[in-house]
């Protein structure tokens, strides 16, 4: 069965920084995209960043400059480095992996990103 399976969120500092990895298994070939997600209490779930097999990325307004979306060679394994953390960035990231643009997103399950003093 294909899993997503994040790790890399926790508690850090106002300024700190914190690196999201998300491995996919059992997805077989055919990655168009990947992805991150967060979803904040009482808040719509956002996309965060995204990036194509072919390497094109896309970033939420507001993480623009501070996060960094990246990939491995196979589209396997998504990354998000967050530097610059500040309180509004404290939600449940998400990432996803989608096979193509016909297909439906396959999603982790979420790990809780924290950004407190």
């Known amino acids: 069965q294909v899993q997503l399976v994040e790790s890399g969120g926790g508690l850090v500092q106002p300024g700190g920084s914190l690196r999201l990895s998300c491995a996919a298994s059992?997805?077989?070939?055919?990655?168009?995209?990947m992805g991150w997600y967060r979803q904040a209490p009482g808040q719509q779930r956002e996309l965060v960043a995204s990036?194509?097999?072919?390497?094109?990325?896309n970033y939420r307004n507001s993480v623009k400059g501070r996060f960094t979306i990246s990939r491995d060679n196979n589209n396997l394994t998504v990354y998000l480095q967050m530097n610059s953390l500040n309180p509004e960035d404290t939600a449940v990231y998400y990432c996803?992996?989608?096979?193509?643009?016909?297909?439906?997103?396959?999603w982790g399950q979420g790990t809780q990103v924290t950004v407190s003093s």
């Open positions: 996803y992996v989608r096979r193509s643009i016909l297909a439906l997103p396959y």
């Open positions: 059992g997805i077989g070939f055919g990655v168009a995209a």
């Open positions: 990036i194509t097999s072919g390497g094109g990325t």
